[in-house]
């Protein structure tokens, strides 16, 4: 095992750092020019607001899924989970382009919104960052309502109907009590999906459509259209250090739960 992740893991990431690299002043010359120019900074950042959108969403969207699976599907919980799995089964090319027959401007949307008259014209709804977060949400769903959902079970019912007996409302039950006891659930699903949707690739190409610029595509032009390979190694030894932090940051949170 070791020899495999060393062979397979640590070498290629050595090897990318060592790309970056050609010389040591072009190194830090690429390196300084990704985090000081103005247009580079700006993907990055534009990357990072696209990841923490898509994690918002999916947080507001999961969180009432989450709460039905634990609390009121019942024996329907088993379909539901399998539901959530299936399209993690699918390739996600075959789901993104599925998308993108919904969006397009006489797709399935489009064409029943003017069926029953709510517009007259079809809506640029493809090709823009509105797509690209629905697509991403769509694809990180899963993990976030797992993450939550497993936080939830350990949440025992009997609390909430204490606090809704002693006079306390849903809504204060829900905020004092249930929200509380399950933010480890949601700090492992914001950690997981903010991570998975800063190196997307696929979605955000084929949904954004040249809209918007993120680090991932970035490197994909350095590579196949400027041939710059250093400086896309060096933009992707950012984009590790990145997910390595979300790592950390997970790391952290477990270790605190495990703690208590």
């Known amino acids: 095992m070791a020899l495999f992740l060393l062979a397979f893991y640590v070498m290629p990431l050595v090897w990318t750092v060592r790309f970056s690299f050609p010389s040591w002043h072009e190194g830090l010359a690429n390196y300084e020019k990704l985090l000081s120019d103005s247009y580079y900074l700006g993907v990055l950042f534009k990357t990072i607001a ?3 959108v898509v994690t918002l969403v999916c947080v507001i969207v999961c969180y009432p899924i989450a709460v039905y699976l634990v ?3 019942g024996s329907w919980s088993g379909l539901i989970v399998f539901l959530l799995i299936a399209p993690l089964l699918t390739s996600i090319i075959m789901r993104t382009y599925g998308w993108r027959v919904i969006f397009a401007r006489r797709g399935l949307l489009n064409n029943q ?3 029953w008259g709510i517009i007259d014209h079809p809506l ?3 090709n823009n960052p509105t797509s690209a977060v629905i697509g991403l949400v769509h694809v990180m769903a899963p993990f976030m309502v797992l993450a ?3 936080s939830l079970q350990g949440v025992r019912p009997s609390l909430e109907e204490s606090a809704r007996i002693l006079g306390a409302s849903r809504f204060t039950t829900f905020f004092k009590i249930t929200l509380p006891l399950t933010l480890d659930g949601i700090g492992t699903g ?3 999906v903010f991570m998975l949707a800063n190196g997307s690739f696929v979605t955000v190409l084929l949904l954004g459509g040249g809209s918007m610029q993120t680090l991932p595509l970035l490197i ?3 590579f ?3 041939r710059d390979f250093a400086f896309a190694a060096a933009m992707s030894n950012v984009l590790l250090v990145i997910a390595v932090i979300c790592l950390f940051l997970q790391l952290r949170l477990i270790r605190r739960k495990g703690v208590q």
Do not use: E, F, G
Request: glycine letters at 0%; charged letters at 10%; aromatic letters at 4%.
């Open 113 to 115: 919104l003017v069926h």
């Open 224 to 226: 196949n259209v400027t």
């Open 148 to 150: 939550i959902a497993s």
């Open 220 to 222: 994909y032009q350095q």
């Open 50 to 52: 696209l990841s923490a």
């Open 190 to 192: 914001v950690i997981l």
């Open 71 to 73: 609390r009121k599907a």
């Open 124 to 126: 640029a709804i493809l």
